[in-house]
Antibody, heavy 121, light 109 residues
Framework: EVQLVESGGGLVQPGGSLRLSCEAS????????LSWVRQAPGKGLEWVAN????????YYADSVRGRFTISRDNAKNSLFLQMNSLRAEDTALYFC??????????????WGQGTLVIVSS | DIVLMQSPGTLSLSPGERATLSCRAS???????LAWYQQKPGQAPRLLIY???SRATGIPDRFSASGSGTDFTLTISRLEPEDFAVYYC??????????FGPGTKVDIK
């Protein structure tokens, strides 16, 4: 069974930093494309970043580029999101997602339950 | 960047009825790389449809989808009590970014 378990969320002041983690099991982690997707309270879904299996290619939403860094440790089946210069608008539930690759297309096949980040003074 | 619009915002129906949800893109969706997700309160989203019309693993056949270019539709043939949820469409674009629509809430009439 595929499992994705996020951790590391919490309350942080504007301008602060936080590192999210996602521990994965039930699939061959090192061969999977992975993403972070967030959802502000009561709002819709917003893709944040993704990373290719070997970690060499990463992509970001415009709203986080230059502030957030996605990374992975294939030896530990773990995905990370380093979030710097946090803003109030980064407040959201952050989901880790395993992607489904269909030809050149990518979709979000499996999701964790999310970790809540609150940016407030 | 592409913008996805979903309508209606809320759809109020009774169990057993047919639900038709729309997702319209501001420009043509590349190769129909479009997905639909279901999200229930307090839960993570679940992939229903990918490639505009292919059901994901384990998705009941009362869920179907169609469309191409800029207009896409998700149909639930007969609503079951567990189908009342929010539905999002999502596009995978040529600039290797993902865009979600704002969602359609299907609630009980």
């Amino acid at each position: 069974e595929v499992q994705l378990v996020e951790s590391g969320g919490g309350l942080v002041q504007p301008g602060g930093s936080l590192r999210l983690s996602c521990e994965a099991s039930g699939f061959t982690f090192r061969s999977q494309y992975l993403s972070w997707v967030r959802q502000a309270p009561g709002k819709g879904l917003e893709w944040v970043a993704n990373i290719y299996p070997d970690g060499r290619e990463t992509y970001y939403a415009d709203s986080v580029r230059g502030r957030f860094t996605i990374s992975r440790d294939n030896a530990k089946n773990s995905l990370f999101l380093q979030m710097n210069s946090l803003r109030a608008e980064d407040t959201a539930l952050y989901f880790c997602a395993r992607e489904l690759i269909v030809g050149p297309a990518e979709y979000f096949q499996n999701w964790g339950q999310g970790t809540l980040v609150i940016v407030s003074s | 960047d592409i913008v996805l619009m979903q309508s209606p915002g809320t759809l109020s129906l009774s169990p057993g009825e047919r639900a038709t949800l729309s997702c319209r893109a501001s420009q043509s969706v590349r190769n129909n790389y479009l997905a639909w997700y279901q999200q229930k309160p307090g839960q993570a989203p679940r992939l229903l449809i990918y490639g505009a019309s292919s059901r994901a693993t384990g998705i009941p056949d009362r869920f179907s989808a169609s469309g191409s270019g800029t207009d896409f539709t998700l149909t639930i043939s007969r609503l079951e009590p567990e189908d009342f949820a929010v539905y999002y469409c999502q596009e995978y674009g040529s600039s290797l970014v993902f865009t979600f629509g704002p969602g359609t809430k299907v609630d009980i009439k």
